[in-house]
């Protein structure tokens, strides 16, 4: 998901990845996941079963979704939506989710994560992940430490329902604060048993990062993996995916999903499935 700028805090919390497909991609064996709000157009325009079917067809498995509000997923209630995806032969495993944070406001923020992680559970997802925090000029070290003690309250609470909690970067964490990289700061002072992090290859790139150097270094700590480019998956010639694949493929590394935030023509069914045929056609993912 893209923050303007790096800075701003959504209100509506998302990510990306969907598509059509030809009748070979569907029958595809490889297990290529999707981040839903690439086809968030799709969605305002044709509604979200519409959405499930488009991803279907192109041959996806493995969904993200982020439209949580007030106990349902796309206006629907979880149980609904996950029948819908089972149905059409996909399987939701995590959400993105999340909630800003005072200590002023922690009893109605934590009540929130209470009934976001009971519908949660009602979904069957595995994970929630937070895919922003604020973060500007003046924030400090203890404003992220305050950050990263509120992450691990967090993943306490989803961890009693079966669920791990993790955090999705952008390149804003890439910046440096009193001399400390806030990703690196981060990934040092979360409970490692309670919160992990969603790397969101393209952003740990832009902001100067190696995503494999970080893989290799802290293999616990990245349970999924967001695969994304400039636009389409592969188009740009400024990521070389094969070497993330394998390095996730040492790592055990399962869930991933495709996230394609902008597209050549303003197609995003167009966008997505070039990027899942571009990941479906790769030697290298099995």
Not at 141 to 146: E, H, N, S, T, V
Request: hydrophobic letters at 35%; a negative charge.
């Amino acid at each position: 998901m893209m923050l303007a700028g790096g800075l701003v805090m959504p209100q509506l919390l998302t990510s990306c990845g969907g598509g059509t497909g030809s009748s070979a991609a569907a029958t595809t064996s490889k297990n290529i996941g999707l981040q839903l709000y690439s086809l968030r157009e799709m969605v305002k325009d044709d509604g979200i079963q519409k959405v499930l079917e488009t991803a279907a067809k192109m041959g996806y498995k493995n969904l993200e979704i982020a439209s949580y509000d007030n106990g349902k997923m796309y206006g629907v209630a979880p149980g609904e939506l996950k029948k819908m995806a089972n149905d059409l032969g996909l399987k939701i495993t995590s959400s993105h989710v999340g909630k800003a944070y005072s200590k002023e406001e922690e009893a109605e923020v934590m009540s929130w994560w209470d009934q976001a992680i009971e519908a949660h559970n009602e979904l069957g997802v595995k994970y929630m992940v937070q895919p922003w925090m604020p973060v500007n000029d003046e924030t400090t070290l203890d404003d992220i430490k305050m950050y990263c003690d509120y992450f691990n309250t967090v993943g306490y609470k989803t961890a009693a329902a079966s669920i791990a909690f993790g955090y999705h970067n952008h390149d804003f964490e890439f910046r440096q604060i009193d001399g400390q990289r806030i990703y690196d700061y981060m990934l040092d002072n979360v409970s490692k048993n309670h919160v992990f992090f969603q790397m969101d290859v393209y952003w740990v790139t832009v902001g100067g990062g190696d995503p494999v150097a970080y893989m290799k270094e802290r293999p616990d700590q990245f349970k999924t993996i967001h695969i994304k480019d400039e636009k389409e998956i592969g188009a740009s010639g400024k990521m070389n995916f094969q070497p993330i694949f394998e390095q996730m493929q040492a790592n055990n590394i399962k869930d991933w999903y495709v996230e394609v935030e902008q597209y050549t023509n303003n197609d995003p069914e167009a966008s997505v499935k070039q990027s899942f045929d571009f990941l479906n056609n790769a030697d290298y993912l099995k």
